[in-house]
């Protein structure tokens, strides 16, 4: 392919990125057409399936969160009427402290897990908890501690201020689910793209493509972090720093209401980050493993750790 026809992002000095590109945009002009057609009809259906999983969440969501504090306020005015303030209260510290302790309790022993991975297999664990990071970050943003410890500014949902201004922020559009649904589905296209383009790469290409069956974990990983980054962000507009309101709605509402759309966008989402995975199992011993949602029709390879063979299988 002549030279003049590869074109380069400006911002890719790097000598190695460059080569990855060129040789992505080699691959992509071999790509059929046809191929390249129902990559886009695929991730058009990816991203309906990704939005409207998140939607029943959401709705879920704000259904149980009216529901919990119906159900809260007609206890506690029981509790006044029949003079066991008091106790009620005493019972809602207790099961707040419950509560807590099991998330230092489950917190705990995720922690442990990641630094055994560390310690027995940090090759593969490693990439995964780098992108997951850099994904929460991408996510929440970068914007740490300005205006509080707790505080990160930036990020996905506050794309809204470099598209319309200091005057779109808090768009709907980027401080919702919608947001996530979107970093996903970019996500898992691309790593779609490279698994149909990665046999019409050159002949000795870079050997990183050759990483191609672990690509889906990345990526898994990558959108993980942001979609919990962005849970985060919306979750303190929604509390800690909700004195925002919604750009754009065609109707108003109190503060109450905005703070209300923000936490259950956030719990949502929260809900939603161990839904990226489907079950599959191995054709020889029956094994099931668990292997990113790349979308309906994507077919992936698995190294079955059993029994030491790699099966294919198409996700739905």
């Known amino acids: 392919m002549p030279n003049d026809l590869i074109l380069y992002p400006d911002n890719l000095q790097d000598k190695h990125a460059k ?49 919990a504090a119906g159900k809260g306020i007609l206890n506690f005015g029981e509790a006044v009427q029949e003079k066991r303030t008091i106790d009620h209260l005493s019972d809602q510290k207790d099961k707040l402290v419950i509560g807590t302790k099991r998330i230092y309790k489950t917190s705990t022993t995720a922690l442990k897990n990641v630094i055994f991975l560390l310690k027995n297999n940090p090759k593969e664990a490693g990439p ?19 205006k509080a410890f707790y505080d990160i500014d930036g990020g996905v949902p506050d794309l809204d201020i470099a598209v319309g201004g200091i005057g779109a922020h808090r768009s709907p559009l980027t401080h919702s689910i919608i947001s996530a649904a979107i970093i996903e589905t970019m996500v898992f296209s691309t790593v779609r793209a490279a698994n149909i383009i990665y046999k019409y790469l050159p002949e000795g290409h870079v050997s ?14 990558f959108a993980s972090g942001a979609c919990t980054g962005i849970a985060y962000h919306l979750l303190i507009d929604g ?50 493993y668990k292997v990113p949602s790349l979308g309906t029709g994507t077919k992936v390879v698995v190294n079955c750790k059993s029994c030491s063979t790699k099966f294919e299988v198409e996700l739905i």
Request: charged share 25%.
């Open 128 to 146: 995964l908890l780098f992108l997951g990071v850099l994904g929460f970050f991408c996510g929440a943003g970068f914007q740490i501690g300005e």
């Open 239 to 288: 509390t800690l720093d909700g004195q925002g309101t919604l750009k754009g709605m065609p109707f108003s509402m109190p503060m109450e209401g905005h703070n209300a759309f923000f936490v259950a966008n956030a719990a949502a989402e929260a809900i939603d980050l161990d839904k990226k995975k489907q079950l599959v199992k191995c054709n020889s011993c029956n094994t099931e």
């Open 208 to 221: 990183f493509w050759d990483n191609i069956e672990t690509f889906g974990e990345w990526g898994h990983a």
């Open 19 to 67: 080569v990855l590109f060129k040789e992505f945009k080699y691959a992509w002009d071999k790509c059929p057409n046809t191929e390249k057609v129902k990559w886009c009809k695929d991730s058009i259906i990816l991203f309906g399936k990704v939005t409207v999983r998140r939607g029943k969440g959401f709705f879920g969501t704000a259904k149980n969160i009216a529901k």
